[in-house]
């Protein structure tokens, strides 16, 4: 699925049009689009393969999410947008886990973004949705063009963030809860702490509310305990002695924990 209504050129900021295999603007820049069905539109020289998260990075994440270990906060994300329509941008999409929740919803006009290519290669396969690799510091859709967005452990950019929603529109802006993955984070460390649960503070958005979603899972192999642990922010700040008490861990049982934050452009 490719709608390019509210896309724009990286280069020059132009409406971009579907011709044949690739998206195109007045100005004649051209962008290809991949086999899969997405478009990349990162301005960089440098190629979106060494941007972003890499083709092992994405395909672990993929395979940890498709067993539903997450579904409780993908079924929240879907409950909220249940009785809303119009047009919805997945910022930071990942590899679409829940970029294509939302747009089993036939109401909805779902887009995904992401700085890495092969993350939105695995996004555009889920099917549903206009995906497209792309830099969150500028991101290349219209002004006041999405109705709703969401937002999912990734850098916040406010002001990115208030210029492609509509007025009125809301954003759903999702981060750790004090206890997510706390037993995995009392396996490695002797004093863990919990997580701050601090939303962004806004100056051009409203933060409306908040609500805290919690769940226990079981995880069921080394593979996948490896796999949430490298999706965490943590695992980049862990020395190797502290990764090496996971060695020999067969199963784990952890609550997982989130904070969804409601914002609306006034």
């Not at 690739?22 to 393969?49: M, P």
């Not at 930071?92 to 109401?107: D, I, K, R, S, V």
């Not at 887009?111 to 830099?135: H, I």
Request: overall charge neutral; glycine content about 8%.
């Amino acid at each position: 699925m490719l709608n390019t209504d509210p896309l724009r050129c990286p280069v020059c900021g132009g409406s971009l049009a579907l011709r044949g295999k690739a998206v195109s603007c007045a100005g004649g820049h051209s962008f290809d689009v991949a086999r899969e069905g997405y478009i990349n539109l990162l301005r960089s020289q440098k190629s979106g393969d060494r941007m972003g998260d890499s083709k092992d990075s994405a395909r672990s994440r993929r395979d940890f999410l498709d067993k539903g270990y997450y579904c409780p906060l993908r079924d929240a994300l879907a409950a909220l947008f249940s009785d809303k329509r119009g047009t919805v941008l997945d910022i930071c999409c990942g590899e679409g886990y829940y970029t294509a929740a939302l747009a089993e919803n036939p109401a909805l006009d779902v887009y995904g973004f992401d700085l890495s290519k092969e993350m939105v290669r695995l996004a555009a396969k889920r099917g549903g949705a206009t995906c497209f690799v792309a830099n969150l510091a500028a991101i290349p859709v219209a002004d006041g063009s999405f109705d709703h967005a969401t937002h999912l452990f990734a850098p916040f950019h406010e002001r990115e963030f208030s210029r492609i929603l509509r007025p009125g529109g809301t954003l759903y802006s999702v981060v750790p809860g004090g206890r997510h993955l706390w037993a995995l984070k009392e396996r490695l460390y002797d004093a863990p702490y919990p997580n701050d649960e601090e939303l962004p503070a806004v100056s051009t958005l409203k933060l409306n509310g908040t609500q805290k979603l919690a769940a226990e899972i079981t995880l069921k192999s080394p593979q996948d305990i490896d796999a949430v642990f490298r999706m965490t922010p943590y695992y980049y700040h862990t020395s190797q002695k502290d990764r090496d008490k996971l060695n020999g861990l067969e199963t784990l049982t952890t609550e997982i924990e989130f904070v969804i934050g409601e914002y609306e452009k006034a």
